[in-house]
């Protein structure tokens, strides 16, 4: 039996000390605008929202046209001190492409809607920052050591349709939002990942920081993917849309 793919302790941390430093939202502030834009195309005002995975309470605000509550969850460990069926519109930023046992966790959030509830949910995808896999790559072999898990697996978006209908969801819409960074240096992204607590929590992850040697091996691969200008690294932010079914039709 494996254990589990992440380190929830870790992650718990990381997203802390995001808080503490001051957390770096652009990404999430897009994820909330554009989903924000798809709420106000459906023609239902909500009744009690749930927003799941905000560092900042401020990134609420866009939303609160689409329910006339939204209440904060900051992780998804928090979602289960809900009683069933609270929340008719669920709204999920990031977390998904962490959690342990992802199956399980979206049984559980579906527990927590009602009927005919819209759940509605942005996470970074299987492709995203291929620039970094490459300069971690490059770091490994400079070390000697064969490639180490430095770079989280993700969810390809291909499966996220059919993982919803498995736990109940009903009319699954998956589209895919690519987001171009440019970065001066490869210590510049390293520098906005640990401010969205994106960085390394691989329950497998070496303990030991890199060799000078290897480091500096990375920052050079990273470089030179920019041909001598600004290196463009790219973020995969996979949108999501499902619903529970009607009363009527789990009746029957």
Known sequence: MTGPIFDD???????????WQGPRLFLAE???EDLADRLSLVQRRFGRALLVGCL????AEPLTGAAEQVIIAPTLNDVARFPPGSFDLLLVLGQLDTAN????????????????????????GNNS???LRAAMLAADRAGGAGAAPRVHPRIEASAIGGLLQDAGFVMPVVDIDRVRLSYRTLDDLVADLRGMGATN?????????????????????????GAGERTVETVELI???AWTQPASLTAA
């Open 201 to 225: 929590v691989l329950s497998g992850r070496s303990r030991t920081p890199l060799l000078r040697t290897a480091l500096a091996t990375a920052r050079t691969e990273f470089a030179q993917l």
């Open 101 to 124: 046992e992802l199956r399980a966790v979206l049984h559980i959030l579906r527990a927590v809607l009602t009927e005919e509830a819209l759940f509605v949910g942005a996470f970074p």
């Open 9 to 19: 302790q870790a992650l718990a941390l990381r997203r802390q000390r995001a808080v």
């Open 56 to 59: 900042d309470p401020r990134l």
């Open 239 to 241: 949108h999501f849309a």
């Open 129 to 131: 920052l291929p620039a």
């Open 30 to 32: 897009r994820a909330v």
